[in-house]
Structures are given as structure tokens and as C-alpha cells.
């Protein structure tokens, strides 16, 4: 498959509805057995999706938070910080259209990159009955660390040359 491409920009204001869009669309499972109005239901993922924004970046001040452009529209969301030694996915999230198109590969890939380029040890958290784990797993992560419902997993840098996957 050929990676598709993408571009990354900053999220602003303006991008307030499709971030909720794509906040809503990793929760809608979720929220499907619930026997809430649709408005109910709106004005919940609203109320989480600004405290989840306000969470990240009081948590990772320095953060990149970005759109995933592919096409010319917006396609997700990739929140990584660069501050500390390592580097951190905050979180990935693609708009439904684009699962399973290669896009999130070719995200984490980019990613996996600058983490072996640099020498630095990449982290992310998933929810361990994600289907999305094993991507990481395909990629070299290896989970660390179980607390709850989600697993904290981490990539050692790659030497130059040497394959960004596992054997």
C-alpha cells in the first residue's frame, strides 16, 4: 500500500468542530448503548472533549497539538510532546473515513523516525483491547506498564541502518 499523504498545521480555534468531530467518533461505541437524547449525547461529548483539550494541554504545555490534513481536509488529530527526554504520543485520532487507510501508519511512521533519528525512546498509552495496539506492536513498541484499561507502551530508539521494525 502506498502511504498516503499528509501534512500537519496547528489546531486554532476555528478547528473547534472538527476536533469534536473527530473526539466524538473514537467515543461513539460508547456512547451507543446509552439511552441518552442525541442532544444529550452532544452536549456530554462537548463537555468531555473540552476538558480532555484542557487536560492535554495543561498537562503537556509544549506540546504539538495538530490537524491531520490529507486531501485538503482535515483527517484527525496527532498531540505529541517533545519536551522531555523522550517523545510522547498524546494522542492520535483519525476521522472514520480515514481508519484503515494507511494514514495512521504513515503518521506513527513519521514519528518512529524522529524518535530513531534522534536516539530518543517513544512512548504512547492505548486502551488494551484497542484494535490500534497491534500496529504499535508491529511498529517495535512493547507494553511497560497496565494501569486500568489502558497500557503504557514504549519504543527504544533504532540505530542508524538498522529496520524501524521488529524482526
Given at each position: 500500500m502506498v502511504s498516503p499523504e499528509f501534512s500537519l498545521r496547528p489546531a486554532v480555534d476555528a478547528d473547534r468542530e472538527v476536533l469534536l468531530a473527530i473526539y466524538t467518533s473514537t467515543r461513539e461505541s460508547e456512547l451507543a448503548i446509552l439511552a441518552?437524547?442525541?442532544e444529550r449525547k452532544r452536549e456530554f461529548l462537548e463537555l468531555q472533549s473540552r476538558f480532555q483539550d484542557l487536560q492535554y494541554r495543561s498537562r503537556y504545555p509544549d506540546a504539538a497539538?495538530?490537524?491531520v490534513?490529507?486531501?485538503g481536509r482535515a483527517a484527525g488529530r496527532l498531540y505529541v510532546d517533545r519536551s522531555g527526554p523522550g517523545i510522547h504520543v498524546i494522542d492520535v485520532a483519525l476521522l472514520?473515513?480515514?481508519r484503515g487507510s494507511?494514514?495512521?501508519t504513515a503518521?506513527?511512521?513519521v514519528i518512529v523516525s524522529e524518535a530513531d533519528a534522534t536516539?530518543?525512546?517513544l512512548t504512547l498509552s492505548v486502551e488494551g483491547q484497542n484494535r490500534v495496539r497491534s500496529l504499535y506492536e508491529r511498529l517495535g513498541f512493547r507494553a511497560v506498564e497496565e494501569t486500568g484499561v489502558y497500557v503504557r507502551m514504549e519504543r527504544d530508539p533504532r540505530p542508524a541502518?538498522?529496520?524501524g521494525y521488529p524482526p
Open positions: 441518552w437524547s442525541e497539538f495538530d490537524v490534513v490529507s486531501r472514520p473515513a480515514h494507511g494514514l495512521g503518521l506513527l511512521e536516539g530518543r525512546t541502518g538498522e529496520s
